[in-house]
């Protein structure tokens, strides 16, 4: 069974950054195409940044020159680095992957607030 655990949220002031950690289990990760998707309080959940299985990356305008998301095939890990965060980013954010033949899996989400 695939399973995605987020780690690495938490509270941060504006300007500061944070990088979250999407470990994965149960697929053969360098085949997934990997996501982070996010949900503010009150609104749906939306896209963030991608990277594909040959590290083509993706983002959403609102974040692009801020995030950037990685992978290490290695270590069946996917991670989104967040620089300039905003009070705008705050949000629950979820892994998601793209498993070849299985489907579309989440993970439980990881909240990340920028207040001062």
């Known amino acids: 069974q695939v399973q995605l655990v987020e780690s690495g949220g938490g509270l941060v002031q504006p300007g500061g950054s944070l990088r979250l950690s999407c470990a994965a289990s149960g697929s053969n990760f360098r085949f997934n195409s990997m996501a982070w998707y996010r949900q503010a309080p009150g609104k749906q959940r939306e896209w963030v940044a991608a990277?594909?299985?040959?590290?083509?990356?993706n983002y959403a305008d609102s974040v692009k020159g801020r995030f950037t998301i990685s992978r290490d095939n290695a270590l069946n890990t996917v991670y989104l680095q967040m620089n300039s965060l905003k009070p705008e980013d705050t949000a629950v954010y979820y892994c998601?992957?793209?498993?070849?033949?299985?489907?579309?899996?989440w993970g439980k989400g990881t909240l990340v607030t920028v207040s001062s």
């Open positions: 998601n992957a793209v498993v070849p033949t299985k489907g579309n899996y």
């Open positions: 990277i594909t299985s040959g590290g083509t990356t």
